[in-house]
């Protein structure tokens, strides 16, 4: 597939998700069904906002996917992991949407989590063998281990995207930004149907930023954080453990740093507190942001920080060795924790 045609998809694929979400959240405000309200204690939106976000991206894939597959005579031809990819996401993005509607307790989340993990190794067989030269000693091949720390990496990743989910476009912006990079760096954009996720992501994005109005904005909510979360977890495991596609698992982190590093942070300062991880806060990254800026610089920040993140990733494969990847991502979590303690501080006696 080349540029053009890649213009093409992603510009049917941004109709089609402008269009059903559209639809979705008309039906949502008219008969007040997954409706998310207003919380002065941690929620920023001012009116009833629906969450059908998740939905809307996932229904619009796959109408310009069936329109994809159609028009390029693959029918039969869709290879494996995208077929069964597409599968799993249809009762991922139900069972979360129950999380919508009622609250699920943090283990069932993480069962289910790990049941369409562990789904898609077993239709698949695509998953975590080896981590490259991380520490300079060879290859690390995971062996025995390799299937649990795929599904531990899938469901830290989803979780990481969903604890993201705090303001408009910040959750879909850093997982568009992930895959985008993933993507066209790997070659894997040029030959899948992931144009099309990206295409279905932009068209919820411009509802969620309320390009058509505020009174037309439509969350994610956590079905929607919990799918993008999982798209992202596993094209970049599918990219980086195929022989055919270039690129090395360390370089993968770079992508998802900021959710991923934000994440871990999070459960580490939580815990050390007494506090569950899974308890709701103002405590993640944008919380901190927004002490000095509003939501929109906020999240103009933080995908500038994602996208050159992602980039200097990109030039250290290219020119230095795995181990060297490695060492220097450690200095910049070391470096990201740093900042964010000082500034978070910082902003907080200025207001």
């Known amino acids: 597939m080349d540029l053009t045609l890649i213009l093409d998809y992603i510009i049917i ?61 693959l029918t039969g031809y869709v290879p494996e992991f995208t077929f069964q990819l597409m599968v799993i996401s249809i009762p991922l993005l139900f069972l979360f949407l129950f999380d919508d509607f009622k609250g699920l307790r943090p283990l069932f989340r993480i069962l289910i989590q790990i049941s369409l993990s562990i789904y898609l190794i077993i239709s698949t067989g695509v998953y975590l063998e080896s981590l490259g030269n ?30 993201m989910d705090g303001i408009n476009g910040l959750c879909s912006g850093c997982a568009m930004l992930a895959l985008m990079l993933m993507g066209f760096y790997s070659g894997l954009i040029y030959d899948s149907m992931l144009v099309l996720i990206i295409g279905s992501m932009i068209g919820f994005v411009l509802f969620n930023l309320g390009f058509f109005g505020k009174k037309r904005e439509v969350f994610l909510g956590d079905s929607g954080s919990n799918l993008v979360g999982f798209w992202v977890a596993w ?11 270039s690129i090395k698992p360390i370089t993968v982190l770079w992508f998802v740093a900021i959710p991923l590093l934000d994440c871990i942070g999070l459960i580490f300062s939580r815990t050390s507190t007494g506090k569950s991880w899974s308890t709701a806060g103002r405590d993640h990254i944008h919380h901190k942001l927004m002490k000095r800026f509003n939501s929109k610089h906020t999240l103009i920040v933080i995908l500038s920080i994602t996208l050159i993140t992602g980039l200097m990733g990109m030039l250290i494969e290219v020119y230095l060795s795995s181990y060297i990847s490695t060492g220097l991502f450690f200095m910049y979590a070391i470096s990201y924790y740093a900042l964010t303690g000082f500034f978070g501080k910082r902003f907080s006696k200025l207001n």
Do not use: W
Not at 55 to 68: D, E, M, Q, T
Not at 139 to 154: A, D, K, M, Q, R
Not at 235 to 245: F, K, L, N, P, T
């Open 235 to 245: 094209v970049a495991i599918y990219a980086s453990q195929s022989e055919i596609y």
């Open 134 to 163: 991380l520490f300079g000693f060879g290859e690390i091949n995971l062996g025995f281990f390799s299937i649990p720390f795929t599904v531990f990496c899938v469901v830290g990743i989803m979780n990481a995207f969903n604890m």
């Open 13 to 73: 694929s941004i109709i089609a998700s402008m269009t059903i979400n559209s639809m979705l959240r008309n039906y949502a405000k008219k008969y007040n069904i997954l409706v998310d309200l207003p919380d002065r204690s941690r929620k920023f939106h001012k009116r009833p906002t629906p969450l059908t976000g998740g939905i809307g991206i996932l229904v619009a894939l796959l109408i310009s996917g069936k329109l994809y597959i159609d028009l390029n005579n």
